[in-house]
């Protein structure tokens, strides 16, 4: 049973550090298909935005060492002993556990737009993300505004928001609102 436990923490921590990377390189990684590669063994293959593939057993020194190469969709080959994970659901579970603040500096000052729900199963989902997204719904509002309208501290306003932001949730682009979205006010309301 330890073993079996163990197998599946190995498996989870794999999966968590190429969340990691995604969060470190996310201007590098925004979409098409990647290898990740240690010493010449393949440990995790992207398929951005989609899914992520680890080798369960992959440890911190082969991240540590790893090197991360574009390749072509048709060239991907996902081997059958690899854990498969949704890319939101991974980066929403990472987002939630880690201490670091992954918010994107641009949304400290700029204008925060709704875009959609979070595609994640909705028990991932909790009153602190519902309250930001009824808030921008409203209206899109800078993080300043949001922190007072949501009454949250701005750590966990923080976290909120990255979370949305890896699922595709939330923008600071007006021009990335789609239809159905938090529009302005009024058009002078807010600047883009």
């Known amino acids: 049973m330890l073993e079996h436990i163990e197998r599946q923490l190995a498996s989870v921590t794999a999966q968590l550090r190429v969340a990691a990377l995604v969060v470190e390189q996310q201007d590098m990684l925004r979409s098409g298909a990647f290898e990740l590669r240690a010493g010449g063994r393949l440990i995790a293959v992207l398929d951005m935005p989609e899914e992520v593939a680890v080798l369960p057993r992959a440890g911190a020194a082969d991240f540590d060492s ?33 201490r670091h603040d992954v918010l994107p500096r641009r949304y400290r000052r700029a204008p925060i737009y709704f875009r959609r729900p979070p595609r994640v199963d909705g028990k991932l989902v909790d009153d602190r993300h519902l309250v930001v997204m009824r808030e921008l719904a409203l209206r899109p509002c800078t993080f300043d505004e949001l922190r007072e309208r949501a009454g949250l501290p701005d750590a966990d306003l923080a976290q909120v928001l990255a979370a949305l932001y890896f699922v595709g949730s939330v923008t600071s682009n007006p021009q990335r609102v789609g239809a159905g979205a938090s529009e302005p006010a009024s058009a002078g309301a807010m600047a883009p």
């Open 66 to 98: 790893a090197m991360c190469t574009r390749i072509h969709r048709e060239d991907k080959r996902v081997p059958d002993n690899f854990a498969r994970v949704g890319l939101a659901q991974l980066m929403w579970q990472y987002v939630l556990r880690t």
